[in-house]
């Protein structure tokens, strides 16, 4: 069974950092793109990153370009997003998804909350 | 980026009853030198993350209800669920990746009338 298991949310001040993790098992993670995806509390989803299989390759929206930086480790199963300069408008559940541009798989998602 | 439009923005349907959701993109999303639109559809039950349902316009995920149905090409789009039953109570997302980023609906709450 896929699972993907997000941590590392919780409330951070503005122009603090955060880093979120995402442990994934039941599907060989070397294999595919993965990308983050969040949602603002009662609004839509909105990507965020992905990153190749091997990290050589890595996309980012516009909007955290520069803030925010998508790594894996193959070795551990493992995915992370490193977000610093922390605004309000970034306060959001944080869903870690298999894929590139097409989710199939997502977790529960972890919430980074953006706020003094 | 390409915007993507959904409409309505919420539907009431009776149980038993079809339901139709509609997405238009601001630009075209479909590929031609394969020939498939680049859009896909998520179901997102209250509380839980979403759940992909469609991809390329019109192509089932393994273990999707076949009331469930996907149409349309280039920017206009349709979800069709066919004889509504209470678990499809959710908020529904259209998806494009023709361009980066890819981009989301607003989404379309549906519920039970």
């Known amino acids: 069974e896929v699972q993907l298991v997000g941590s590392g949310g919780g409330l951070v001040q503005p122009g603090g950092s955060l880093r979120l993790s995402c442990a994934a098992s039941?599907?060989?993670?070397?294999?595919?793109?993965m990308s983050w995806v969040r949602q603002a509390p009662g609004k839509g989803l909105e990507w965020v990153a992905n990153?190749?299989?091997?990290?050589?390759?890595?996309n980012y929206v516009d909007s955290v370009k520069g803030r925010f930086t998508i790594s894996r480790d193959n070795a551990k199963n493992s995915l992370s997003l490193q977000i610093t300069s922390l605004r309000a408008e970034d306060t959001a559940i944080y869903y870690c998804?298999?894929?590139?541009?097409?989710?199939?798989?997502w977790g529960q998602g972890t919430l980074v909350t953006v706020s003094s | 980026d390409i915007v993507m439009t959904q409409s309505p923005d919420s539907l009431a349907v009776a149980l038993g009853e079809r339901a139709t959701i509609n997405c238009k993109s601001s630009?075209?999303?479909?590929?031609?030198?394969?020939?498939?639109?680049?859009l896909n559809w998520y179901q997102q039950k209250p509380g839980q993350p979403p759940k992909l349902i469609i991809y390329r316009a019109s192509t089932r995920e393994s273990g999707v209800p076949d009331r469930f149905s996907g149409s349309g090409s280039g920017t206009d789009f349709t979800l069709t669920i066919t004889s509504l039953q209470p678990e499809d109570v959710a908020v529904y997302y259209c998806?494009?990746?023709?361009?980066?980023?890819?981009?989301f609906g607003q989404g379309t709450k549906l519920e039970i009338k």
């Open positions: 998806q494009q990746y023709y361009g980066i980023p890819c981009t």
């Open positions: 998804t298999r894929g590139r541009w097409t989710q199939d798989f």
């Open positions: 630009q075209s999303v479909f590929y031609s030198s394969n020939n498939q639109n680049y």
């Open positions: 039941g599907f060989s993670f070397s294999s595919y793109w």
């Open positions: 990153i190749k299989q091997d990290g050589s390759e890595k």
